[in-house]
């Protein structure tokens, strides 16, 4: 199985490479941005506003230009900010001749009609099926067996492995997921947190292709309620009721006292809370660096040429997106175990966490961010506009010995 | 496996919009991807609340009143033409730009049309005067509680004091562009945008 998978990825490597070379690529489509920001800061600007300005005087005082400096910035922004994007799929370069990816709608010749038909009737017709029938086997065993393994009193932990792995590797498979694992010697251990960058829910899944993991969540009715209820019947996941979310104290004391038990598997968290696009990191929560034990981060970094991975969910329901992901080329990701961390002397959990992020970010490639992930649903908070005119007040404005007039 | 921006470009309108601010081709299409991309409710027009999603223009202490800006008299819709004669006024303005039109109007993005701009972001009534107040309104924006009443109604004295030259004890366009005469405005009200 593993032989014929690098065959099938030899084979879309070929494919997507030479399809890419056939597009004639607008020169003009630069995908490194609309606009050149400038990297000056508020001082700096407003100094240069004021150096051409009428002023005699030497000490900072107000001038009608400084509103130039907002105004220009506040424009940059409407035309591309840091923030809005990493909530939408990221553009490709060159289209993989997958609809969903096709922005600006460019213009297609018929030969790359022809060749998205047959990719069209590939995809739907023979791999989605396949796939569909993969994944249904797959959790229906998961249920099944952890259900059975319940029943076991003794010896469950050897067996529960097993069914895990097993599984989830069906469940990979069934997505053409194909992953490249580096740096395994720094696999997650007992008694530790594993933090990753949040993309999909697949995430999930990839991770625990390798190892086993405890999962951290809220428990959910239908479907994936049932799957919960199975999976904790054979080994401890933590699933909280959604009245208890909101409890931090007592997340957390779960948290520790999972922690503690050496006999159990490592935590899985993802610290950002909700799913950002691939191209960077955004704020890690605080929350699970509190707990003070060794945290073991793990970077992920999908292709994007072979089907975006992202879970927009204000777009795309679960079962849309998982239909999705299946009839996608492959979800090709690396994973990469970072050595682990630890809180150092001095150091609290929010710095900790941004050294972590830090970390994952440059391994992975992304951008590292400091917005928080929260932004995606709620408005930001007013703190950081106090802040712009604390700064421009003090920089700017002498308010003190104001000359009389 | 719907496909993205069902209402496309038509080549007409980027041929309008290109003679009208002066856009190129790839510049039109990438800021209508960026347009439709702010879109959430999908029916071509932003609103005020689209603007203010963005976060780095919400922590903007003057975010209000550039979304402003960008609303006509009265609106609480901007359209895509809308949007492109507004961001044109940000146009880096080139040297051997040729007006090829003898007679056409002066171009968005001249330093005048940009003085404007910056003039209309004070006067927030549009009665072509800044007054007092408007300009302290413009000053508490900018400085949040950091500065005393008495202070910020002293900086507001002199600034006017210095630029008003009629004596109504408000600054009309002319006496701000004379204020401004000696600050770069060509660079400092331009964005650069890439090709």
Known sequence: ?405 | MGSRASTLLREEEIEEIKKETGFSHSQITRLYSRFTSLDKGENGTLSREDFQRIPELAINPLGDRIINAFFPEGEDQVNFRGFMRTLAHFRPIEDNEKNKDPIASEPLNSRSNKLLFAFRLYDLDRDDKISRDELLQVLRMMVGVNISDEQLGSIADRTIQEADQNGDNSISFNEFIKVLEKVDVEQKMSIRFLH
């Open chain 1, 1 to 405: 199985m593993y032989i014929s998978h690098l065959w099938e990825r030899q084979c879309l490597c070929c494919c997507v490479n030479s399809v890419s070379l056939s597009i004639p690529l607008p020169h003009s489509l630069s995908v490194s941005g609309i606009i050149a920001k400038e990297l000056s800061s508020l001082e700096q600007e407003i100094q240069e506003l004021r150096a051409s300005g009428t002023t005699l005087s030497s000490e900072p005082e107000f001038e009608m230009a400084d509103i130039m400096y907002f105004c220009r910035r506040g424009v940059e922004s409407i035309v591309d900010d840091e923030v809005t994007k990493r909530f939408s799929a990221q553009e490709l370069e060159s289209w993989n001749l997958l609809t969903r990816s096709n922005f600006n709608a460019r213009h297609i010749s018929l030969r790359l009609s022809v060749l998205w038909g047959l990719g069209l009737f590939i995809r739907y017709s023979f791999l989605l099926p396949l796939r569909v029938t993969l994944a249904a086997s797959g959790i229906g065993l998961l249920v099944v067996l952890t259900t059975i393994v319940g029943f076991i009193p003794s010896g469950w932990t050897y067996l529960s492995e097993k069914i895990h792995l097993m599984s989830y590797r069906i469940c990979v498979r069934s997505l053409t997921a194909i992953i490249t694992y580096h740096n395994s010697e720094n696999k997650p251990k007992n008694g530790g947190i594993c933090v990753a960058n949040h993309t999909t829910p697949i995430d999930v899944i990839i991770l625990a292709n390798d190892g086993c993991y405890s999962m951290v969540g809220q428990i959910h009715g239908g479907l994936i309620g049932v799957v919960q209820r199975a999976m904790v019947k054979s080994s401890p996941h933590i699933w909280f009721e959604r009245s208890e979310v909101k409890d931090r104290h007592l997340v957390a004391e779960r948290l520790s006292n999972h922690v503690a038990d050496k006999t159990k598997h490592p935590i899985l968290i993802f610290p950002e809370g909700t799913c950002i696009n691939n191209t960077s990191v955004m704020m890690f929560k605080k929350g699970s660096f509190e707990i003070g034990c060794t945290v073991y981060p793990v970077a992920i970094k999908y292709d994007p040429r072979f089907g975006d991975a992202f879970w927009n969910s204000s777009k795309f329901g679960m079962v849309n997106y998982l239909l999705r992901m299946m009839s996608s080329w492959a979800i090709v990701c690396s994973v990469w175990y970072l050595p682990p961390m630890s809180r150092e002397e001095g150091e609290d959990a929010v710095q900790f966490a941004n050294r972590v992020k830090a970390a994952i970010a440059t391994q992975g490639g992304l951008v590292d961010l400091l917005w928080d992930g929260g932004l995606k649903r709620g408005k930001v908070k007013n703190t950081f506009k106090e802040e712009q005119q604390k700064l421009y007040s003090k920089s700017s404005i002498n308010a003190t010995g104001w000359p009389l007039k």
